[in-house]
């Protein structure tokens, strides 16, 4: 049961071979026994999720089930869920129940999917490791002694260690496909403004994604038919015709044009890792793909960029968890400027600290031009570079990440050194563009490599179609760690 | 020594949407505190501001009724700053890209010095932004604390910004009375200063005449026209003892106390904040086309200015009746509904206005909205001063009756008996009566004692009970009296 795909669950639960009930509490009995190790979930809510189980099952009995109906699903804890405490990995609202439905929690709702809990993060989505949770890190589930990748990590083990049958992740600057590659599992980080940010945690809104993360690609299909769609509540959305994700799975990929930025393939990258991408490369001209080698030439100023542009929204974004209304308040204080600087000053970790403190740097008075607005130029200028790529390609394709996963503590005491390990997803954040990774093999180590996937603009379905078309030609995907 | 007083005003003009300017909750004034404090209003986690359109609409009104320049596409800017009032930690505001451009108004000053005479100005408008209005800090009830009540945070407001073109006091009235005719005129604010729906900042600096700007001091939040005047008055003789007291002037953000008649310096030019002013990333830049802007132009009533014009050309009026039956919106209305298609009898109906009902409404303490006679009952009462039915002072009789009873102008007249007499045979009989008892008053009238007429005339009302019609009977004593 729990390495089946979500379709396969899907037909199991309308052909009542088991309940959502059952289902469920397999999962829940599941994780009671692995997460303890793991760290993957911050919040469960047996009885909630129970009672959602409960009422899909009437939905099915009713015959009104869609796709994931009744299916257990773990959200990140970045989305506030009513009733559940909503963290976001921080002190500062280790405290806070949320008392409305982010869009997207909405929307696996109405399709009566269960929450199954809340997965951990790094603390406000910032980090590349999980290691900066207020609520400890995670493990990777194929070496307990490394991390599962960040911001989206406690997702990412919980997929990779079958403890969800699916589940939501949001990538900022790589924060769902980092982590997917790094545990092995397939992860999409949509178009930007394709899912709503409302009910989402910001971090940095121009940047911020919801998106699925999953054992293979077809369920990344059936999750994003649930998960997008115009929302008026956040002006970013985009106003689209509704579309069929799936739909597209099962087309050849003959003549596809695999663009391949020579840039992605340089100095810095891991002769393992190259060596499991160039392999799913050569699968990929098998199955009828061309490859082009194209540049991207302003890639190599996407971190600094990111660096800029990210804190500096981040600053604004964390300005209201000020201890006045809700969160975390400092239990001692002499006057309101101390309030605000002791409940901000234990609030939040040392991550989180660093980024405000150069986010109001590169805003301030004289600063400004020389920070926010050149990063927001090379912004335009890196977009620019993917619109020149896919004149002469479909897709693009390279490496997730530099590294399979890295042992815990090894990056922790250098931010650049954790920061580079984003240089292959950032660029397709600033850009807004979608992008994927799937597992494609793995290192020296034994540990997982990701093949990342960039797609031009709302070109999700094409982008899971050749991921689908690689994974029914390989098995990488269907490696589960051994727990 | 001779100084040049220089003052510019900045207005907040609270904008009559029925809800907020990025949420739903309601704008409504005098609710229990953080009843109207939703979601965005608390700045939750993951909440996003949706702009209102009504706003915007406002907003391109004042463009409009300023002849300004509407900006195509305009940007929402985060001004950052803490305060327990300021829930999200910034103020969405509008900086370097305001929704309105370059306007002007034009105004009527009456110079406070009894002889010189009234004359007419432009101040021209540098910009006017949209931006949401913060919470407030409720102090008093809270032994040791400090209450906060959100149900204003989020209400639109439009600031209004004037370059320094005021050169006195009355000058600044006069622009701040204009702009407070002109908002509640083309319906975008309800102008009511008790409740804070109209404050001006006021920024006042003394010069040597034609010299270099002096450094202004800024007296903030005034919410009376009384207030403004009083507080200028002692900025500028303070600013002006200062200098040639050997001393400076400090740039400063100061307040008026009514109590006192004195301003007080808040904070000086070394706390200010630097705002860390950057775009929304939550919301896109505001795009008005032009087809939105005609919209918004064919909802514009005819505007004071243009009204007055019209009453000068069309009805003969005098500039300064005109400038008084355009102050507000009500009272034009009022002249027009009474004039009807009366052209002629304008200046009748203007002095009636002017005169008897306006002095009426202020004793009463009323405002025209609140007058308890209708336009209509006024035109017909004019009607028959018009058509020779009643004489003014019976008209003036009629009017009292109307105020304290209702009623119609005819229903009074037939009651009251108010109808004067033109049967000219009934005159002549009363005057051949008069003639015939006064002989020695007749001779001596003959004889060359023109004076005597008005003796005849009083004799005759007193004997008509005050109903001859007065131009007939005047005819009718003449000839009868040539003999």
Request: charged residues 25%; neutral net charge.
């Given at each position: 049961m729990f390495e089946s795909s979500l379709k396969q669950l899907g037909d199991a639960l309308r052909a009542k071979k088991i309940s959502s009930v059952e289902l469920t509490q397999l999962y829940l009995d599941r994780i009671a026994q692995l997460n303890p190790g793991l760290n993957a979930y911050v919040t469960l809510n047996t009885e909630a999720s129970l009672a959602q189980a409960k009422a899909a099952d009437a939905m099915l009995a009713g015959g009104d089930a869609q796709a994931m109906t009744g299916i257990p699903v773990a959200q990140k804890d970045i989305f506030c869920a009513k009733g559940w405490r909503t963290t976001c990995g921080s002190k500062m609202l280790d405290n806070f129940v949320a008392p409305y439905d982010a869009h997207v929690i909405e929307q696996f709702n109405r399709a009566g999917a269960i929450n199954l809990g809340k997965t951990n993060m790094d603390e406000f989505a910032m980090g590349s490791s999980n290691e900066t949770s207020y609520f400890g890190a995670v493990k990777n589930p194929w070496d307990n002694a490394r991390v599962p990748g960040g911001s989206s990590g406690g997702t990412a083990a919980a997929v990779a260690a079958r403890l969800c049958a699916a589940a939501t992740g949001t990538d900022t600057g790589g924060s769902i496909r980092q982590p997917a590659a790094l545990c092995g599992i397939s992860g999409l980080k949509p178009t930007y403004g394709v899912v709503s940010r409302y009910g989402m945690i910001a971090f940095a809104s121009s940047l911020d994604q919801a998106g699925p993360m999953g054992r293979c690609a077809e369920d990344l299909a059936l999750m994003m038919n649930t998960m997008a769609g115009f929302d008026e509540r956040d002006s970013t959305s985009l106003q689209r015709d509704k579309e069929d994700y799936a739909r597209d799975l099962d087309k050849p990929l003959n003549g596809l044009r695999i663009g391949l930025p020579k840039e992605f393939f340089a100095e810095g990258l891991g002769s393992d890792v190259a060596k499991a991408v160039e392999a799913a490369i050569a699968e990929y001209k098998k199955l009828g793909a061309t490859v082009v080698e194209i540049s991207l030439p302003n890639t190599r100023l996407s971190i600094p960029v990111y660096y800029v542009l990210a804190p500096a929204e981040a600053s604004s974004n964390l300005s209201r968890f000020d201890g006045v209304r809700y969160g975390y308040r400092a239990p001692d204080y002499t006057d309101l400027a101390d309030m605000y600087e002791k409940s901000r000053a234990q609030g939040f970790g040392a991550e989180v600290k660093r980024r405000i403190m150069i986010g109001t740097y590169v805003l301030s008075h004289g600063y400004y031009d020389a920070y926010y607005i050149q990063a927001q130029k090379i912004r335009r200028l890196i977009a620019q570079d993917f619109v020149e790529a896919y004149k002469h390609c479909d897709v693009i394709m390279g490496p997730t990440s530099p590294s399979t996963a890295f042992k815990l503590g090894e990056k922790g005491d250098d931010p650049v050194q954790m920061y580079l390990s984003d240089i292959y997803t950032i660029a397709v954040n600033l850009a807004g563009l979608p992008g994927m990774s799937i597992p494609c093999g793995f290192g020296d180590n034994d540990m997982p490599v990701g093949l990342q996937i960039i797609g031009n603009y709302f070109d999700e379905a094409r982008m899971l179609n050749v991921a689908h078309q690689y994974q029914l030609a390989t098995d990488w995907h269907s490696r589960a760690p051994q727990i | 020594m001779q100084w040049e007083i220089v003052i510019g005003l900045e207005v907040h003009a609270q904008l009559s949407t029925n809800t907020k300017i990025f949420s739903g909750a309601s704008t409504a004034f005098g609710a229990e505190p953080n009843t109207q404090a939703d979601a965005v209003s608390l700045a939750l986690p993951g909440v996003l501001p949706v702009l209102n359109k009504g706003a915007v609409e406002r907003a391109i009104k004042f463009g409009l009724a300023t002849g300004a320049h509407i900006a195509p596409r305009s940007v929402f800017a985060r001004k950052n700053y803490f305060y327990p009032d300021l829930p999200k930690g910034y103020q969405i505001s509008q900086f370097d890209l305001p929704v309105v451009g370059q306007g002007a108004l034009t105004i009527q000053v009456e110079p406070l010095s009894g002889n010189a005479k009234p004359y007419e100005k432009t101040v021209r408008i540098t910009r006017a932004h949209l931006e949401e209005d913060a919470g407030k800090s409720l102090h008093a009830d809270f032994h040791g604390m400090t209450g906060i009540d959100l149900n204003r945070a989020g209400t639109p407001l439009l600031e209004i910004v004037s370059e320094p073109d005021m050169r006195s006091a009355a000058e600044a009235v006069a622009y701040a009375k204009a702009l407070h005719t002109l908002v509640r005129w083309i319906g975008i604010c309800d102008g009511n200063m008790q409740e804070g729906s109209f404050r001006c900042d006021v920024n006042v600096s003394v010069r040597k005449p034609g010299g270099e700007l002096g450094t202004r001091r800024e007296i903030k939040n005034l919410n009376s026209f009384k207030f403004m005047q009083q507080a200028i008055d002692y900025e500028v003789q303070w600013q002006i003892d200062t200098i040639e007291n050997g001393g400076k002037v400090q740039q400063a953000t100061i307040l008026f106390n009514p109590d006192t008649g004195e301003t007080r310096a808040m904070r000086s030019k070394e706390d200010a904040h630097d705002y860390r002013y950057f775009p929304d990333p939550d919301l896109l830049p505001l795009e008005i086309s032009p087809e939105w802007i005609e919209q918004m132009r064919a909802t514009l009533p005819e505007l004071p200015q243009t009204k007055q014009a019209r009453y000068v050309n069309e009805f003969g009026l005098s500039a300064y009746d005109a400038s008084v039956l355009t102050s507000s919106r009500e009272m034009a209305d009022f002249f027009e509904a009474a004039l009807g298609d009366a052209a002629?009898?304008?200046?009748?109906?203007?002095?009636?206005?002017?005169?008897?009902?306006?002095?009426?409404?202020?004793?009463?303490?009323?405002?025209?909205?609140?007058?308890?006679?209708?336009?209509?009952?006024?035109?017909?009462?004019?009607?028959?001063?018009?058509?020779?039915?009643?004489?003014?002072?019976?008209?003036?009789?009629?009017?009292?009756?109307?105020?304290?009873?209702?009623?119609?102008?005819?229903?009074?007249?037939?009651?009251?008996?108010?109808?004067?007499?033109?049967?000219?045979?009934?005159?002549?009989?009363?005057?051949?009566?008069?003639?015939?008892?006064?002989?020695?008053?007749?001779?001596?009238?003959?004889?060359?004692?023109?004076?005597?007429?008005?003796?005849?005339?009083?004799?005759?009302?007193?004997?008509?009970?005050?109903?001859?019609?007065?131009?007939?009977?005047?005819?009718?004593?003449?000839?009868?009296?040539?003999?």
């Open positions: - | 002629a009898q304008a200046k009748i109906c203007a002095n009636w206005i002017i005169g008897e009902v306006s002095a009426q409404l202020n004793r009463d303490g009323l405002d025209m909205a609140q007058c308890p006679i209708t336009a209509q009952q006024l035109g017909g009462m004019l009607a028959r001063i018009a058509d020779g039915t009643i004489s003014n002072s019976g008209a003036k009789d009629v009017f009292r009756t109307m105020w304290a009873e209702g009623g119609d102008a005819d229903a009074i007249i037939e009651t009251k008996g108010l109808k004067q007499v033109s049967d000219s045979g009934a005159i002549e009989a009363l005057v051949d009566e008069i003639i015939a008892a006064n002989a020695d008053k007749v001779a001596e009238y003959r004889s060359g004692k023109d004076k005597l007429f008005g003796f005849f005339v009083g004799l005759a009302m007193k004997a008509s009970k005050g109903k001859a019609n007065p131009a007939q009977l005047n005819d009718i004593l003449k000839q009868k009296l040539a003999g």
